[in-house]
């Protein structure tokens, strides 16, 4: 493999984690919501279609990667 390639690679896995940690601060943020009465459907709504969002880009560079789901 050449340097590029190695760069590339490096690159897209840093992507990668970088996606897990919004997904998963995301996660975490709609639960503390759920859990609070003062809740707003929409933002509820808007936040899990980015989550769905992130974990359709995490799959995609996983499979670029050839790396195992785990979002």
């Not at 859990?35 to 709504?45: A, L, Q, V």
């Amino acid at each position: 493999m050449n340097q590029s390639a190695g760069n590339d690679i490096a690159q897209l896995q840093a992507k990668l984690e970088a996606l897990r940690s919004e997904h998963h601060n995301l996660d975490k943020t709609i639960s503390s919501l759920f859990d609070s009465p003062s809740s707003d459907d929409m933002t509820i709504r808007d936040l899990k279609k980015r989550k769905l969002f992130l974990k359709d880009r995490i799959a995609a560079l996983e499979q670029r990667l050839g790396v195992n789901s785990s979002a």
